[in-house]
């Protein structure tokens, strides 16, 4: 049994000065930037998925293994680079992951330079992979600089506007990159995106500060109960603090349910869904209304959800994420199932259009509070970077089978199957998280 925490009264959150609110607005836009190009830089790979398998012949389960060489890639990486992340800091890694992650869109853009193809299979895994390993450092950055520079009860709404440019990444890679494919050769579906994270290392390279402190500010009392002494955290500590906690083990199970669910659809498979159920007579996603409607609906909605959760989280349930996380992996099975009775029911494109757009008010907001604001509150700020890394690596875990395993189920079964699938981890996910009910941040040291 997880003991229920005490509740415990939190400080509200402080009144910043203006000149301090433009600042740290400078500080976390350009990183927020540098996310969604990230994200166009890693879903160009599905948006591609079509065209790579049409030209070199890949069934689903192929395609996703290259998929699934990136989530293992991922989930091993943002494990061990959390710690790092947390010693060095967050802008750090985030220029590194910037680096890389430019740096390899343009290695496999290369790849499909005539002459190299009959490797392609191999070389997208392992460059794939790499590209993985560099992305990994973003989300770890966010959550390391951000734990300096906002209060607890202000976390649950930042992590809120955080999705917002997380859906923006969304929106670069699911509707822009297929214009992309229309105009240009599917090398440039990789080369821009990740010329975009270039002109972002830059931005951050320039702007984007580790503390208040090294921006020329007092040091924040972030009300997490303790001295933020500028020294960089010592590895028995941040291990201790995050992997002694049954707590924060019990949120990355829930995270873990999240990535079933999230890489199973609305991050992954939906393109490939609307080519094959609905485009049999061919035709380009780029114009293909339904689908550009599930695309922004997806962003939109998800946008939506992040504001619902992190808003009421703070407000409603002063601090507390799982009362909203447990809303919304139930919110989940039941569109799930109104997604899969749609196709039963030969609705038409634009039911599943609408149900993945609902789905995704529910997965960004559960999302959004495990990865934006649990990581935070739960590790704090000497050990945030190492918290994210365990809840997002136990997500890209989930990520690595949904991406072989849902390729295999879509091989033998067919889209009628894609649905339901997904539904058994949205109930576990529910009942796992809703044991922490009663859990406040700050109070992991009784969880």
Avoid at 293 to 320: E, K, M, P, Q
Avoid at 331 to 357: D, F, I, N
């Amino acid at each position: 049994m997880i003991p229920v925490a005490e509740e415990i009264v939190l400080d509200e959150a402080p009144a910043h000065s203006a000149a301090f609110r433009r600042r740290r607005f400078s500080n976390w836009f350009p990183l927020g930037i540098t996310y969604a190009t990230f994200y166009m830089g890693r879903y160009n790979l599905n948006v591609a998925s079509s065209e790579m398998m049409h030209r070199f012949g890949f069934s689903k389960a192929e395609f996703g293994t290259i998929a699934t060489a990136g989530f293992w890639t991922y989930a091993l990486a943002v494990m061990f680079n959390g710690p790092l992340t947390d010693r060095f800091g967050g802008r750090r890694a985030i220029l590194v992951a910037a680096a890389g992650t430019a740096f390899m869109n343009l290695v496999i853009g290369l790849l499909f330079l005539s002459g190299w193809q009959t490797k392609v299979m191999v070389g997208m895994s392992l460059l794939y992979a790499v590209n993985q390993y560099f992305q990994s450092f973003g989300a770890l950055s966010i959550v390391k600089v951000n734990s300096h520079w906002f209060h607890v009860r202000e976390r649950g709404t930042f992590a809120a506007v955080f999705g917002v440019l997380i859906r923006l990444g969304l929106i670069l890679a699911f509707s822009g990159v297929p214009f992309i494919l229309t105009v240009l050769p599917l090398r440039w579906a990789f080369w821009l995106p990740g010329a975009f994270v270039a002109v972002m290392f830059a931005a951050n390279f320039l702007w984007m500060r580790d503390r208040p402190q090294d921006a020329g500010f007092e040091p924040m009392d972030t009300g997490e109960g303790d001295v933020d002494d500028g020294k960089p955290a010592k590895l028995g500590f941040v291990l201790r603090k995050v992997f002694a906690s049954r707590a924060t083990w019990l949120i990355a199970l829930c995270s873990m349910m999240i990535g079933m669910v999230r890489r199973s659809t609305v991050d992954s498979w939906y393109p490939k869904f609307f080519t094959e159920t609905y485009m049999q007579g061919g035709g380009k996603l780029a114009d293909f209304l339904p689908y550009q409607a599930a695309a922004w609906g997806i962003a939109g909605l998800g946008i939506a959800g992040g504001f619902a959760a992190g808003i009421t989280s703070d407000r409603v349930y002063g601090g507390r994420r799982a009362p909203v996380i447990t809303f919304g992996f139930i919110g989940m099975a039941v569109t799930l199932c109104l997604l899969g009775l749609s196709g039963a029911v030969g609705l038409g494109p634009w039911m599943p259009a609408v149900c993945l757009a609902i789905l995704s008010f529910f997965v960004n907001g559960a999302h959004g509070m495990v990865g934006g604001a649990a990581s935070m509150d739960f590790g704090g700020r000497k050990a945030a970077a190492t918290a994210a890394g365990m809840f997002d690596g136990m997500q890209y875990l989930a990520s690595s089978f949904v991406g072989l395993g849902m390729g295999w189920v879509l091989d033998h079964w067919g889209w009628a199957a894609w649905p339901w699938v997904p539904i058994p981890f949205a109930c576990a996910g529910a009942l796992l998280i809703s044991r922490l009910w009663h859990v406040t941040p700050g109070a992991n040291k009784h969880a």
